[in-house]
């Protein structure tokens, strides 16, 4: 189904802008939780 596949796309960009790759390293670090409450 190609209008599933859309929305599979969208949602997989939603949470990129969510959770940017320079976010990785706070998080590691353990930084980002505590940003996130």
């Not at 949470?15 to 980002?32: Q, S």
Request: net charge negative; glycine share 6%.
């Amino acid at each position: 189904d190609e209008e599933g596949l859309i929305e599979k796309v969208i949602r997989k960009i939603m949470e990129e802008l969510k959770n940017p790759p320079l976010a990785l390293p706070k998080h590691l670090i353990g930084t980002e939780s505590k940003v996130q409450d």
